[in-house]
């Protein structure tokens, strides 16, 4: 099934605009002109995220969100004319996921839509990951990580890492000997995985390689499996 946006605002020719961009992008969109409709909307329907305007004719979209939260978690984006910091930091402090400013390009709302259900997909794939039994590691396992610093440790020697090179190799050292492709890593490591090549994490590969090859000559932490993708050597 196609991801369905709730479109909650009153002005159809910024609603043209939007539905067109999403559905060029494959969501599915549903469009309603009154809180009070779209408020029935999110109860009766299967909504994946609302888009909802601050400024409807019968509810101020603040209260809207109130009520619903009160029924649904479902992701909301804020969408106003209003360009004042408080009103940003109050939607955000109420718990929206993300607040845009009218006027705005609906190629820029789509990415923001697209960000947002990425990080909700992230987090709960973050959230399964816990509960899973990790893979055993030797006693000599050679790298550890401290998240507080975004900082890598192999050998008690710390890795000088790019930010993205920290996220890829926290990655495979949670779980030595797991494969993940190309597209899994950019999923998990890039904010922004969609304004990026896969190509790229071969060359961030690549780097890593050459940076733990200067602490272990003699040694490649990391496997590259043809075809599949990426993994931290499991057998020390």
């Known amino acids: 099934m196609k ?7 009153d002005e159809s020719g910024i609603v043209d605009n939007i539905v067109y961009a999403l559905k060029t992008e494959g969501f599915d969109t549903i469009w309603c002109s009154t809180g009070m409709e779209g408020l029935e909307t999110v109860r ?13 004719p019968d509810i101020n979209g603040f209260e809207l969100f109130k009520e619903l939260r009160k029924k649904s978690d479902v992701p909301v984006i804020f969408l106003t004319a209003r360009s004042e910091e408080i009103d ?10 993300d607040y845009v400013t009218k ?32 893979p055993s590691r030797p006693k000599d396992f050679p790298f550890e990580y401290d998240e507080r610093r975004n900082a890598v440790y192999y050998r008690g020697v710390q890795v000088q ?3 993205y090179e920290y996220r890829i190799l926290k990655i495979l050292i949670d779980h030595p000997g797991w494969v993940y492709t190309r597209e899994q890593l950019m999923e998990m490591a890039w904010e922004e995985p969609d304004m990026s090549l896969a190509r790229t994490v ?6 890593l390689r050459r940076k733990l090859k200067d ?16 993994a931290l050597k499991e057998d020390w």
């Open 103 to 134: 006027p705005f390009s609906p190629r820029e709302l789509t990415a923001r839509v697209k960000a947002v259900l990425r990080r909700l997909k992230q987090a709960a794939a973050e959230k399964e990951v816990q509960v899973e039994v990790k």
């Open 161 to 163: 890492t790019s930010r």
């Open 3 to 9: 991801p369905t946006i709730l479109i909650i605002e």
């Open 202 to 207: 071969d060359a961030h590969i690549k780097n």
């Open 88 to 97: 940003r930091v109050v939607g955000l402090e109420m718990g929206a996921d």
């Open 215 to 230: 602490i272990t000559p003699d040694c490649d932490p990391i496997v590259t499996h043809r075809g599949s993708g990426y």
């Open 44 to 56: 009766s329907k299967e909504i994946t995220l609302v888009l909802l305007d601050i400024g409807l």
